[in-house]
């Protein structure tokens, strides 16, 4: 074989790949990117072949769209913050399992995942509800009704629900990559568990956990169904702003333009989070 079929073979094997991924990923957002910049005309609908920069300077120039950049983030950072605390415990737990139970509980932590957002959804609604089993929960001890449902908690309990499987199985994978004679090892040199487990479990398991919370905040910033459900009309987030702009108003450029605007920003937060802790995680081993 030369030198040069040698060099393109990688590429061929590849191809199939590339080529799925551009048609299903590269295209729609590059058809996606001209759209948020063709003219809309109320009464004309889409101006193909005209272009304006309007869309964008009505996105950054009215406080309107700000706060529900907003919402959607800190929301986003607090249910990341939540599954980080309440995922890789059950994680770690989890890991010192024997069968059966580990196969058990692994069950119930990935059972979620078989049902439907939408499904789950509803769950909730009827949960949070006025009438629902935590409002009769909390009567019983003399407390509500307190309103839940249509309020930012409702969205944020509803998400942590969703999502904590994404957290604990990241954990729970580089959990099963660490060599347990180290932990006996820190443990034999009279450190505390306290101890062993922050300076030797943690920094080798923060791979799992950086790359758990960065698709639990990815996810939780783009979803759709939960919010929408669960936030009602008045309190909306990114997904359902532009699900509105795309239905309802019409205005499909205004609405591509509020996604791209949603993905840069992703993307920016996400890489700058990652840089962050990887490189605090580097320096910790040295």
């Known amino acids: ?10 590429w061929w094997l590849s191809a ?11 295209v729609p957002l590059g058809l ?16 193909s072949g005209e272009f304006t920069l309007d869309h964008y300077i009505h996105l950054f120039t009215d ?13 986003s950072a607090l249910v990341a913050l939540i ?19 580990r196969s058990i509980l692994l069950l119930v932590v990935l059972a979620p995942l078989l049902v439907s957002v939408v499904v789950r959804a509803f769950g909730w609604s009827m949960l949070l509800g006025p009438e629902g089993l935590v409002n009769g929960l909390l009567g019983l001890v003399g407390i509500g009704p307190v309103r839940i449902l249509y309020t930012e908690a409702a969205i944020v309990i509803a998400l942590v629900h969703v999502m904590l499987p994404f957290m604990v199985i990241p954990v ?4 099963q990559k660490l060599d347990a004679g180290v932990e006996n090892a820190a443990l034999s040199l009279g450190a505390t568990p306290f101890t062993t487990l922050r300076r030797i479990v943690l920094p080798q398991v923060m791979p799992g956990i950086l790359s758990g919370s960065l698709i639990v905040f990815g996810l939780a910033a783009s979803s759709f169904a939960i919010p929408g459900l669960l ?11 532009v699900y509105d702009e795309y239905l309802h108003e019409l205005n499909w450029p205004l609405g ?31």
Do not use: H, Q
Request: with cysteine; hydrophobic share 50%; aromatic share 14%.
């Open 63 to 75: 406080s309107y769209y700000y706060g529900i950049f907003w919402r959607t983030f800190w929301i």
């Open 172 to 175: 729970w994978t580089s959990l």
């Open 83 to 101: 599954c980080v605390l309440i995922g890789t415990p059950e994680a770690y737990v989890l890991s010192r399992m024997s069968n059966p139970w």
């Open 16 to 26: 199939p790949a590339l080529v799925l991924f551009t048609v299903l990923l590269l």
């Open 1 to 10: 074989m030369s030198a040069l079929a040698r060099k393109s073979t990688p």
């Open 231 to 241: 936030g009602g009309r008045r309190l909306k987030m990114v997904a359902t702003v």
């Open 32 to 47: 996606t990117a001209v759209l948020s910049f063709n003219v809309y005309d109320p009464t004309l609908g889409v101006k």
């Open 256 to 286: 591509a333009a509020v996604a791209l605007v949603l993905l840069v920003a992703n993307l920016v937060v996400m890489l700058s989070y990652n840089r962050l802790v990887e490189g605090r995680y580097k320096k910790s081993l040295g």
